[in-house]
């Protein structure tokens, strides 16, 4: 068949990591995206990482892909984020100069062998007997391919909303995708429909930065990469942020102009992130807060526009300006583009495999927003995993399916395809029943080989990454041989004043203190995870019990579950294809309707 081996449908975040994977395992690879100067656009804040996004980042480029490495060409503000807590939970976020982020990943793609791109919108799927053969356009052209990864983000059907003002569009200067929906449909996907919005952009001379809190990033920052040199670094000038916050004021005003927000008028049927509220939103479901933390970042050092995260708005124009200039800093602020909301369609994720390969549809897979995902982060990991699946079949060879103590990507995707989504999609490391180990500082230990296999890490790199293993476990050994390991387990001790002339990188040294302290709580973490999963095991499932009722329970496993009608929990669990989270929403499910009392199956 003529063509390429994959095309990929989008070229966001999820769409660059689809394509540059694909063509770096050596598929011949197309992407299609509706205007080739906006790939890679950073739609809403300039930042990557946050919270649970900085450990998604970190894996990501251990894996192999590209986001790590343009955040740090682009970093103008590097953080860590819950510093003052355990390793777990510490996360690292970069500001970005918004352009230079851009650039970076649209040199990216241009650069790389064997990865095309073409302009155009896709209408149609072309589908042979079950499986996917390529894509037609809306100009008329049908190209083909063996795979197609989907990675639409917010642009299918979209519609944006600011006050009574409705439009089409994904993003503000961007038109929707409006064909694809009904092709989808056609071939038997569900469709849901989601909402995400983004805040004013505010013009930097006109804020009084003297009148807001100053917020500095790190002094002298690491790279997030593994890929990125340690000097020079940055690459790029450092900025501070503005802290300001909302006041009685603010809240006052938009209470009072609540019947013209889209959100509370119905004209806005979609489903909103719940961890990222509209500021209206926000005022109305915490009425009890005095205010709201408002962190100015600018968008880059030659760039005129401020971001003001945590003011997420649809309301119109007039009402947004009269609520900004309530805010400390903000008296005279003046507005290059005001805020919106953005309505598209999405396809519930539960019609995927653990791979993202659609099971309706062979060869064509889904990624990023598109599966009801929010965040750049969660959207591109996606895409890297779909790309190295669709590339894997292409070669004939086994897919990627990582368990879910490897990676918060792999809870991630685990906890999409098996339990959905009602709402846009966050990444948390409280959703990780392994979270102790999946840490920023181990990504490249834990991922690194899965990355070598399927051929996007070298063997260099490999090599590098367990040397640095090596090292670090020749140290615990050398600490424990010296008795200073108990030493080293106290919270008042640092590894930095127990060797203070150690030969090991900083990063390393990081390692070694957060595996001494960590031990412990990990092993009696892990312990008591598995004993509770032994003793569950016994837990009776009565002869009646109706699996379609289990809340998020996905189709493939209640069709299993229904056909198998195990006896136990520990049956279900062995059944194929089962996964950690199902098994978790049965024994949940047990425990919530009383059907469990603890009894064990009788013997013989």
Known sequence: MNGHDVIVVGLGHAGCEAALACARMGASTLGVTLKADRIAVMSCNPAIGGTAKGHLVRELDALGGEMAHAADQAGTHFVTLNASKGPAVRATRVLCDRDAYARTMQAAVGAQPGLAVTEGEVSELVVHEGRVVGVRMGDGRELMARCVVVTTGTFLQALMHLGEQKSIGGRLGDA?????????????????RFKTGTPARLLRQSIDWEACDRQPGHAQPLPVSLKTARAPFPLQPQLSCGVTFTNEGTHRILRENLHRSPLYKGDIVGRGPRYCPSLEDKVVRFADKARHTVFLEPEGPQSELVYPAGLSTSMPAEVQLEFLRTLRGLEHVEVARYG???????????????????RAVRGLFFAGQLNGTSGYEEAAFQGLLAGINAALQVRGEEPLVLARHEAHGAVLLDELTTRGVDEPFRMFTARSEHRLRLREGNADLRLRAHGHRVGLVSAAEVAATEQRRARIAAELERLEKGQLLPLLRRPEVSYASLVPASPLPSVDQDEVETEAKYAGYIAQAEAAWFRRSEESDAWRIPSSFRFAEVRGLSTEATERLEKARPETVGHAKRLPGMTPAAVGLLLVHLKRTGLFHGERPSEG
Do not use: I, M, N, W
């Open 176 to 192: 929707a995708a409006t064909g694809l929906s009904g092709s989808l449909r056609a071939l038997g996907f569900q469709l849901g």
């Open 340 to 358: 919106y909301a953005v309505e598209y369609d999405f396809a519930p994720p539960t019609q995927l495999k653990a791979t993202l390969e659609t």
